[in-house]
């Protein structure tokens, strides 16, 4: 079952506009009892999140999974989302470990993972950076 499923979301509405699941997403998380999640809730978790942020990443921004080999991971890869920031350039991001980040950093926040995916990808402005005239 996909997020979109899990949240009661058809799945075109996600493919339409992949923001529409962060409020019943985050509503989802805040409702979670962490302090008593054993291992295997801790890894669903991770991996939902991880799924959503792929999804989000994929449709909004036309990024890409890319599996690169890496002989110091158990698997012998990883698996990267890819993307085009605002500069041209393709830059790299571990879902995984961005969900992770979020774990380390309680209250888990839906929108400060998409932030920082995005962050990494040059996919929104610096700071100062000069805007487009409108």
Known sequence: MGIAAMLGLSEQRHMEDPLIPLPGLQNYVDRLPLAEFEQSDWITLHTDLTAYLGDFTVLRHEATWVDA??????????????????????????????????????????????????????????????????
Do not use: C, K
């Not at 888990?108 to 610096?126: D, M, Q, W, Y």
């Open 69 to 134: 080999e890496d002989s110091t991971s158990p698997a012998g890869h990883r698996w990267f989302i890819e993307a085009t920031g605002l500069d041209g350039n393709r830059y790299r991001v571990e879902p995984y470990d961005v969900a992770m980040e979020e774990f380390e950093h309680l209250p888990i926040e839906v929108g400060r993972l998409i932030a920082n995916a995005e962050a990494v990808l040059h996919l929104t402005p610096s700071p100062g950076a000069q805007r487009p005239s409108l």
